[in-house]
């Protein structure tokens, strides 16, 4: 299997960061234009977490923001349990403080990375 380009997988880590930087009534707009549910936002930032070491190493990502990149990583893992549902729904996203703390640290990054988090949500193909 070819390794998709160093760019590529950039912006799919900046993508997923997007997503979990935003207000929780954009999350919810983005998840229901693209009928898909909240535990999709851990899916996609558990995808683009596992290139970031990567991409560190190719000087492609600041290696000072590992450190959060793994602390969301972490916390959602946390949020993971079998007794945790409830915090992978659309309210959980403006109420739980798993989310907060996920948002706080994917706005920091992004501004590490870009000079500003609030970006335009990604378009993303939902296959069925």
């Known amino acids: 299997m070819e390794i998709p380009d160093p760019s590529f997988r950039r912006r799919l880590l900046i993508e997923s ?20 549910l909240a535990d999709e936002i851990g899916l996609d930032f558990d995808d683009a977490f596992r290139m970031a070491g990567r991409l560190a190493e ?28 409830r915090r992978w729904t659309k309210n959980a996203l403006s109420t739980d403080e798993g989310r907060q703390q996920a948002r706080r640290l994917a706005r920091k990054i992004l501004v590490a990375e870009l000079g500003e988090w609030s970006l335009p949500m990604p378009e993303i193909c939902v296959v069925r």
Do not use: C, K, N, Y
């Open 17 to 36: 960061l997007t997503v979990v930087a935003a207000e929780a009534s954009v999350q919810v707009t983005w998840l229901d234009r693209h009928g898909v």
């Open 58 to 85: 190719e000087g492609l990502l600041g290696r000072e923001v590992l450190p959060d990149i793994r602390a969301i990583g972490a916390i959602f893992h946390e949020m993971s349990g079998q007794d945790d549902v």
